[in-house]
């Protein structure tokens, strides 16, 4: 696999390796020891999670307070841009922002440590997005930003004149400033 570190430290994008010929493909999506080595570190998940979103769904942005979670994040169908945000108080780049494609045809994964708030938008037709969790999921801990926050001015790719289609609970995101954040 081929480990390509972001601008936020500690989140890292996951090319593997594919195999490929008339048949069709094959990869590792993960293999826990290669995975303790592009990160640094082990880590153990406790989940795994399926989304499925249409086109312009925007999901996030979330965090565990307490319970954080990791997330190993890939696109089985579709397309999606997945981003991450330092939440943690202490880091030289708290309050920035990473953004990356993960499709099924790249096959990228992202890495997202604990301590970061995570969400993505579907660019595609629709998508499927798996994804592994270090922790369960616990929503008396589940917080939220605010996608739209003009602090982070995050650059989600959407068509001109197109509003994202967001949840009621992602809709009442709260703004950086006002949010729990990792100490």
């Not at 565990?64 to 190993?72: D, S, T, Y």
């Not at 920035?96 to 995570?118: C, D, E, I």
């Not at 998508?127 to 003009?150: G, N, Q």
């Not at 790719?157 to 950086?176: C, Q, T, W, Y």
Request: some cysteine.
């Amino acid at each position: 696999m081929h480990v390509i570190d972001t601008p936020l430290h500690g989140v890292k994008l996951i090319e593997p390796r594919v195999f490929g010929d008339e048949r069709g493909f094959f990869y590792e999506s993960y293999n826990a020891r290669a995975f303790a080595e592009a990160i640094g570190h082990s880590v153990t998940f406790v989940q795994d999670n399926h989304s499925r979103s249409g086109s312009n769904v925007l999901r996030g942005l979330h965090y565990q307070i307490q319970h954080a979670q990791g997330k190993l994040v890939r696109v089985a169908h579709g397309e999606v841009f997945d981003v991450a945000v330092d939440l943690r108080a202490g880091s030289p780049s708290f309050g920035q922002w990473t953004g990356q494609y993960l499709s099924a045809a790249n096959k990228r994964q992202m890495w997202v440590p604990a301590g970061f708030a995570h969400g993505f938008l579907v660019v595609s037709e629709f998508a499927e997005l798996l994804y592994k969790t270090t922790d369960f999921y616990m929503p008396e801990h589940e917080r939220c930003i605010a996608w739209d926050d003009p602090t982070l001015n995050i650059q989600w790719p959407l068509p001109e004149g197109i509003a994202p289609i967001v949840s009621a609970k992602d809709r009442i995101g709260l703004a950086l400033a006002d949010a729990e954040v990792f100490a």
